[in-house]
C-alpha cells in the first residue's frame, strides 16, 4: 500500500512511526507527497467550513516534513531533535487550525511562524542559556546570533577563514542591530558552543535525495502577510499607543503610562496600584477600576481605527 492510499485510511496517521525512533520517523515523513495548491485549498475550507477533522489531518501530515526540515536549525542548542519535532509539530497543529485559505499564501508559509514559536518557547524553558536571554533583546539575540554569523561568513571580504567568534567590528554591529550591549554579544556567543547546522544538502550520493531546510525556508520578511502584520504592529506599538492615550482624561492616561508604558524588561520602573492611589487620594482597587476602564477604552479606540 502506497503512502498516498494509507493517508485516505480511518486513521491517516498510522502511516507515521513514533518519534522514539527518530530516523524511521523522518524517512516516513519526508515520503509522505506534499499537496498541490488546489488540493490545500480544498482540505482547508472544509476544515474551516465544516470542522472536517480528516481534512486536519491531511493538512499536517503533509507538513510534518517541514517541521523536521525547521527543527535542524535549531539541533546546536543541544537539545533532542524528537523533542524539538514533537514542540514543532504543536505550532503546526494551532497554525492548521489557524490557517485561513481565503488569505492567499500557501500553508508553508503560514505554518513557519507557529512552528518556530512553539521551538522558540521549548528552547527558553529547556535550555542551559535562558538565564541569559530575559530582556526582549536579549531574546532576540539569542535567536538571531547564529543566523548572522552565517551571514557574516557568506559577505565578501571578511576573514572567517579559520575563525569561529566573531570579530569586534561584527560583535558592534551585531549590539547595534539587536539593541544589546557588546558585552551580551560576546556572553551569548561564549555560551552558544553547539555546532551550526548547514541548511544546504550534503553533495555526496549517501545523501542523495534528501530534503534540505533550505528547501522550505521562505523568506517571511517579504511576504505579504508578513509586511502587513509588521507595519501594523508597528503602527500600534507607536502612533496607534500615542492616538489611543489621546483618548484618555490626564488621571487615566497617568494611570496607564505608570502601570504598563514605564515598566523596563526587569520590572523595574513605573508605579504600584498603591502609589497611584496615594498620589490621588483614592483606594487601590479604585486605581484598579479606572486602569481596567482606560485600558478598555485604548482597546476600542485602536480597534475601530484598524477596522475602519
Known amino acids: 500500500m502506497t503512502v498516498t492510499t494509507a ?6 496517521w498510522s ?13 516516513s515523513v519526508q515520503a509522505i507527497p506534499m499537496l498541490e495548491a488546489d488540493e490545500e485549498q480544498a482540505l482547508a475550507r472544509r476544515l474551516r467550513d465544516q470542522q ?22 535549531y539541533i546546536g542548542y ?3 531533535q524528537g523533542d524539538l519535532i514533537q514542540e514543532g509539530n504543536v505550532g503546526l497543529m494551532k497554525a492548521v487550525k489557524r490557517f485561513d485559505p481565503d488569505q492567499g499564501v500557501r500553508l508553508v508559509s503560514y505554518a513557519m511562524h507557529w512552528i518556530k514559536a512553539e521551538i522558540h518557547e ?12 530575559t530582556t526582549k533583546a536579549q531574546r532576540k539575540l539569542f535567536f538571531n546570533l547564529r543566523s548572522m554569523k552565517h551571514q557574516f561568513k557568506g559577505e565578501e571580504g571578511n576573514d572567517h577563514v579559520g575563525r569561529s567568534g566573531f570579530s569586534d567590528s561584527e560583535i558592534h554591529r551585531v549590539a547595534q542591530e539587536l539593541n544589546v550591549r557588546p558585552e551580551d554579544v560576546i556572553e551569548m556567543e561564549t555560551r552558544m558552543s553547539g555546532g551550526d547546522v548547514a541548511l544546504e544538502a550534503p553533495a ?12 522550505y525556508l521562505a523568506d517571511e520578511v517579504h511576504e505579504p502577510t508578513r509586511v502587513i502584520e509588521a507595519h501594523r504592529r508597528d503602527w500600534l506599538a507607536s502612533d496607534g499607543i500615542a492616538m489611543a492615550l489621546d483618548q484618555l482624561d490626564e488621571r487615566s492616561r497617568r494611570v496607564v503610562e505608570e ?19 496615594a498620589v490621588y487620594g483614592v483606594s487601590a482597587e479604585r486605581i484598579r477600576q479606572i486602569e481596567v476602564a482606560a485600558m478598555k477604552k485604548m482597546r476600542k479606540a485602536l480597534s475601530d481605527t484598524v477596522d475602519a
Open 7 to 12: 493517508i485516505a485510511t480511518r486513521d491517516p
Open 15 to 27: 502511516v507515521v512511526p513514533s518519534l522514539g525512533n527518530l530516523d524511521a520517523y523522518i524517512r
Open 52 to 73: 472536517d477533522l480528516q481534512a486536519a489531518s491531511k493538512l499536517v501530515l503533509s507538513h510534518l516534513r517541514l517541521v523536521v526540515s525547521i527543527s535542524r536549525q
Open 78 to 80: 543541544g537539545l533532542p
Open 122 to 133: 521549548y528552547i527558553l524553558k529547556n535550555w542551559r542559556v535562558v538565564k541569559v536571554a
Open 204 to 215: 555526496d550520493d549517501d545523501h542523495e535525495g534528501a530534503i534540505a531546510p533550505v528547501a
Open 259 to 277: 502601570r504598563w508604558l514605564k515598566v523596563n524588561d526587569d520590572g523595574s520602573g513605573g508605579m504600584t496600584l498603591h502609589d497611584l492611589a
